[in-house]
Structure formats: structure tokens, C-alpha cells
């Protein structure tokens, strides 16, 4: 039986046709956090972390939730699938966590879908993500394709860039990304002249190098995930190959990522996000402060950690409209729900359960950080399932 805020709890939190009970009978409740500490992913998912746990600690020196402090209660996905799936259970059945913040890979949340659409459960997920998808007890906090890939094919092509390589890993994300890639490609006179995808955790980038450098393409389309963007940038280097004579953008690699790979080898090279450390305003410059005021002064900001971060001040402002920590009540509520996030003001939409965000191209400078060169001006409106493109029909 699904709870409201009255605090009644079952005996079991076993599962029932209504779903998994969560327990808010004390002055305490739970939520789950389940990202990579561990693995090829960590190198991005440990700060995913620490920035949801920031914001804990701020919504509990502020008073917590309905009169309620939050627990986090952390689990290691390990950078593998089934083990997030089964974390995501464990979080469910046995922590009986009201709300769950994570996952980074789509196949990460592919995995645990179905435990929380069974469970009837709240996901918040925080990474953008290809589209073509919509779950009832998923809220994507990340950018969907029509706020960042589209926004970046629409900067390329504005660039006068006439032809493209794609480059990924091999796994959901990437390959659903570049259908999307090579049917805008189509519809708008810019050619793929090569598409290679490795393995995730890969670090044999040499042949894939060689072979973009040979196809002299205009830009390069990137969606390599994890530390396999360290060995693929060195590699690129090593081919000979710069910003200025074939520029790269990543749709994967922010701050943090950045700083593990060097910036020696990113100079120049393109991003496309929604948040970057730079990004103007009070509110971000208050963020900034206040993550490395707690995990240290050199340690970077990015848009993932800004978009979990935002979640879980989602997720109060959700449950405080619905007076509830029931998910039924909780996504009846959510729709309209804004929040002035770092990134600018981003409201939910309660039919897809996304959020409207600003797009936001960005320069890596020799310092590490990201500068924006272009933004769409306000938040887009999200489209998962790309329904306002022409180009995009029979892709879902």
C-alpha cells in the first residue's frame, strides 16, 4: 500500500498490487541514493553523489520535508547493470526509501525501469539522455534530444559544418543518439562519413582516431561515455588532431570530466549541456561556493551534479504541493512545480515527467572550465519522443 504523510506503516514493505510501502513513521525518511562509486562510471557518478547529498543537507538545515529530516541511504551500482537493478530493489524492499536519485548510463535506468515501475516507486534521473521514452515512475531531470543533441546539431550546422563522424560507446545511449544524429543529418544536406563505437570502459582508441583523422570530416559527434573519453582524446591528440582543424563535441564530458582528462587535450573542443560552472547568476554562484565549501576548493561543478542537485529541490517542492510522500499524490502535484536551480528557473512537465530546460553550447578553455558560446535564450520545452520534428517520425 502506497503511503500519504500520515506516517502509517506496514509490517512488511513487501510488495503488493499497489506497490512498495514506504516507511514515514518517524521523524526521519529515507531516500535511496544509487550511482557508480566504483567501476568505469565513477569517474562521473561519485560527484553525482556528493551533489545530491548537498542538497540534503540543505533542505534539512532548512527544516526538511512535511516537518521530516531525510536519511540518504547510499548504494554502489559498481558501473554494472544488474547490480543497480538489484540495489534498486534493495532500496526499495528492505530501506523502504520514499524517493531514489541516480543512475547515470541509460543502461543503468533501463535496468532498473522495471523495479520501480513495479514497485511504484519515484526514480529521480539526472543525466541527459537519448529520448524516446517515458516511464510513469521516472522523473528525468536531465536533458532530453531536443535540449541537447538537437541544440548541438542546430550550433554545428549553423557553424557551417557540411559532414560529421560519429564516435560512442557501445551501448543504448550512443547507438539510439545516433539514429537521431543521422536523421536530422538527412533532413538537413550534412553527411556521416563514419560511425564507430567501443566497448564502455574501453582505453584502444588508436584505430577509431586514425580513421576519423582519414575521413576529414567537419566535426566530430562524440558520446562516448566514462573514462574511455581519457583514452580517445589522448589518441586524437596524438593523430594530429585539434579544435581549430576538426572540432569535437561531447554530449558526456563536463567539469569533472575535464579535469581527469586533461585539459591539455580539450582545448577548444565543444560541449553541450545545460548547466555549466560558469553559468551566470546569484543562485549558481551560491551553488559553487557552497560544493566546494564542503568537498573542497578545486573540486569542479558539472551538469549532472547540478541537475541531481535540482532534483531532490524538485522532489521537496513536488511532495510539499502534493502535502504527501505518496508517488501517486507526489506526480499528481508535479506539474508547473518550479524551482530557481542553478542553471536558471526549470518548471516540470507533468505529462512527460521531464523538465524544461535551456540548452547551452560551451568552450573548454586551457584552465579546465567551460565557457557558454551559445544558449537557446529561454528553457525548451521538453520532447521526448521528438513528435515536434518532421524528420524524426518512425524513429520511436
Given amino acids: 500500500m502506497v503511503l500519504s504523510a500520515c506516517g502509517a506503516k506496514t509490517d512488511t514493505g513487501s510488495s503488493t498490487a499497489k506497490g512498495v510501502e514506504a516507511d514515514t513513521s518517524g521523524d526521519t525518511v529515507k531516500v535511496g541514493l544509487l550511482n557508480s562509486l566504483s567501476g568505469t562510471m565513477a569517474i562521473s557518478e561519485v560527484t553525482v553523489r556528493d551533489s545530491i547529498r548537498l542538497a540534503i543537507d540543505e533542505i534539512n538545515a532548512d527544516g526538511g520535508v512535511l516537518g521530516k529530516k531525510i536519511r540518504p541511504v547510499g548504494e554502489d551500482g559498481a558501473s554494472d547493470w544488474p547490480t543497480f537493478a538489484e540495489k534498486a530493489g534493495k532500496l526499495i524492499k528492505e530501506d523502504r526509501v520514499v524517493a531514489t536519485f541516480g543512475c547515470w548510463t541509460s543502461a543503468s535506468r533501463k535496468a532498473v525501469k522495471p523495479v520501480f515501475e513495479k514497485s511504484r516507486s519515484l526514480l529521480f534521473y539526472p543525466v541527459q539522455y537519448e529520448g524516446l521514452e517515458q516511464s510513469p515512475y521516472i522523473f528525468y531531470a536531465g536533458a532530453t534530444t531536443n535540449q541537447q543533441i538537437v541544440p548541438a546539431l542546430d550550433y554545428l550546422k549553423s557553424q557551417g559544418k557540411k559532414s560529421i563522424y560519429l564516435v560512442g560507446s557501445d551501448y543504448v545511449f550512443p547507438r539510439t543518439a545516433n539514429k537521431v544524429i543521422k536523421a536530422y543529418a538527412k533532413a538537413n544536406g550534412m553527411k556521416v562519413l563514419g560511425e564507430d563505437y567501443a566497448p564502455l570502459g574501453s582505453t584502444e582508441f588508436s584505430t577509431i582516431a586514425n580513421k576519423v583523422k582519414a575521413a576529414k570530416a567537419d566535426a566530430v559527434f562524440n558520446t562516448l561515455n566514462g573514462d574511455s573519453n581519457v583514452a580517445f582524446f589522448k589518441e586524437y591528440k596524438s593523430a594530429g588532431l585539434t579544435a581549430p582543424k576538426m572540432p569535437v563535441v561531447s554530449v558526456s564530458i563536463a567539469e569533472e570530466e575535464v579535469k581527469s582528462i586533461g585539459p591539455q587535450y580539450l582545448k577548444d573542443q565543444l560541449t553541450s549541456w545545460n548547466y555549466y560552472q560558469t553559468t551566470k547568476g546569484a543562485k549558481n554562484t551560491a551553488f559553487v561556493k557552497a560544493y566546494k565549501a564542503k568537498y573542497g576548493k578545486d573540486k569542479p561543478t558539472s551538469d549532472p551534479m547540478e541537475a541531481a542537485y535540482t532534483s531532490v529541490h524538485l522532489w521537496k517542492a513536488m511532495v510539499e504541493k502534493a502535502k504527501s510522500f505518496d508517488p501517486e499524490k507526489v506526480k499528481a502535484a508535479a506539474d508547473g512545480v518550479t524551482y530557481a536551480a542553478p542553471e536558471g528557473e526549470v518548471t516540470v512537465d507533468g505529462p512527460t515527467q521531464h523538465i524544461h530546460k535551456t ?28 513528435k515536434g520534428y518532421d524528420w524524426a517520425s518512425g524513429l520511436s
Fill in 359 to 386: 540548452a547551452r553550447i560551451g568552450r573548454i578553455g586551457a584552465d579546465g572550465l567551460i565557457e557558454q558560446i551559445w544558449d537557446s535564450g529561454k528553457p525548451i520545452e521538453p520532447d521526448p519522443y521528438l
